[in-house]
């Protein structure tokens, strides 16, 4: 069992997962690790993410642990399988590791849902709204950062237009819509692209107008990032100093209902694409 040289967020998700089962088997370390026939460090260099670990290995945990879940654990032994470095992997030096977790998750997502109130989705925005947006960050951004996270938002587009894309569903607030952000130009040209981009078939966009009033999820900005299966899904909330990633039960359920209630509240998805080119049409 050799160390691992860099942590990525899909392999620290495994450890996290490994003590959660442990946990819910009223096991400590100890225990589980004379069980398991490793030392007490092994075990708690998997559950930290310093070591790998085998199929094999993570089977024998799952039935220590009493988990007979089989989709559940072999959503588990595809965190463990090693993958070739992903596009992220070039902004390591010069972003912030929080940005490239969420690429990482987001590059083995099979199904994302975003809910904006104050912004256009980042995997929906022109490069020109891109960079008017980071034009007004605090603090302000190098020229050499501002230009490395315009590209590193343009590149996580990729997922939307590849030959097998997620299906990707957004929740935008009409305020969202509303701000001409790099200006009138910018901004029509930014709605025109959200009136194409939800004519794809794998896209779904569905408006909150103003009309609504007050509605839940009020304010937040969020990605729901949907894993293998339900319990390794994971919430990217945006944060003025970066995203921040949960993904405890009760969080995702929480942002599952949050999501349902906000859908249930917003536009069909034919009277959003309406509105959004009718707003565009007026500028």
């Known amino acids: 069992m050799a160390p691992k040289p860099a942590t990525t967020a899909r392999r620290l998700r495994l450890g996290t997962e490994l003590r959660r089962l442990r946990e819910r088997a009223g096991l400590s370390v100890t225990e589980g690790a004379r069980q398991l026939g490793v030392?007490?460090?092994?075990?708690s260099n998997i559950e930290a993410s310093r070591f790998g670990v085998s199929a094999d290995r993570l089977r024998a945990l799952a039935r220590i642990y009493q988990c007979s879940d089989s989709a559940y654990i072999n959503g588990l032994i595809d965190l463990a399988t090693e993958r070739k470095g992903g596009w992220w992997g070039t902004f390591r030096e010069v972003?912030?590791?929080a940005l490239l977790?969420?690429?990482?998750?987001?590059?083995?997502?099979?199904?994302?849902q975003a809910a904006n109130t104050a912004h256009v989705p980042g995997l929906l925005q022109i490069a020109d709204h891109a960079r008017a947006i980071y034009e007004q960050a605090v603090p302000e951004f190098s020229r050499r950062e501002f230009e490395h996270r315009v590209s590193h938002r343009m590149q996580r587009q990729v997922l939307l237009d590849q030959d097998d894309p997620v299906p990707y569903e957004a929740v935008i607030h009409e305020a969202?819509?509303?701000?001409?952000v790099g200006g009138?130009?910018?901004?029509?040209?930014?709605?025109?692209?959200l009136v194409e981009q939800s004519e794809r078939e794998h896209i779904t966009l569905q408006v909150i107008p103003f009309a609504i009033g007050a509605y839940p999820g009020?304010?937040?900005?969020?990605?729901?990032?949907h894993g293998t299966v339900p319990q390794l899904d994971t919430v990217s909330l945006d944060q003025s100093h970066g995203p921040a990633l949960v993904d405890a039960e009760a969080q995702l359920n929480t942002y599952r209902n949050l999501l349902q209630?906000?859908?249930s509240v917003a536009l069909t998805p034919g009277r959003s694409r309406d509105f959004i080119h009718e707003m565009a049409t007026e500028l």
């Open 39 to 43: 030392s007490q460090a092994q075990l």
């Open 95 to 97: 972003l912030p590791a």
């Open 101 to 112: 977790d969420v690429s990482e998750i987001e590059h083995y997502a099979t199904r994302l």
């Open 176 to 180: 969202a819509l509303r701000v001409p």
């Open 184 to 193: 009138p130009s910018v901004a029509k040209r930014q709605l025109k692209h």
């Open 218 to 225: 009020s304010g937040q900005t969020f990605l729901y990032i």
């Open 261 to 263: 209630r906000m859908k």
